[in-house]
């Protein structure tokens, strides 16, 4: 039996991203964060005092998502928001002093989880081209 395109790419595809979602998961649990509230506070971190609408964009996340993860990474104090007087349906977000902390503990030791684990035995050139088809599908399905 041949595979079709969608088993050969786009299964496969979801499969890898569950299965590395599923590893991070579990080394992060250490630290009380999953991989999508990290993503979301990495983001803050490099657009502080920004509103949730601008974070989800930057977060690549959709905006519900995006207002869930902020409400329990405000309970544990690694966020705060202030009223936008600009806009008062929305909301100024910080990082807090605690969630700089959780940052800066976990960028090396995800870092390090990417070269020894996820990458490991994939070479620079290999990455290389694995990142160029993704842009290239990425392209595709834009237009």
Avoid: C, H
Wanted: net charge negative; proline share 2%; no cysteine.
């Amino acid at each position: 039996m041949r595979d079709t395109r969608d088993e050969a790419f786009g299964l496969f595809t979801n499969n890898t991203v569950k299965n590395i979602i599923r590893f991070l998961s579990f080394n992060m649990k250490d630290f009380d964060i999953t991989p999508e509230q990290w993503t979301v506070l990495k983001r803050l971190a490099e657009n502080d005092g920004i509103n949730q609408k601008e974070l989800a964009v930057k977060a690549e996340k959709d905006q519900p998502t995006v207002t869930r993860i902020l409400d329990i990474l405000e309970r544990k104090e690694l966020i705060s928001k202030q009223k936008n007087e600009e806009d008062r349906r929305s909301f100024i977000l910080f990082i807090t002093d605690k969630g700089l902390a959780v940052k800066d503990e976990l960028t090396p030791f995800i870092e390090d989880l990417w070269e020894k684990k996820i990458l490991s035995g994939i070479s620079e050139e290999e990455l290389k081209v694995y990142r160029s088809v993704l842009v290239k599908m990425n392209e595709n399905v834009e237009k």
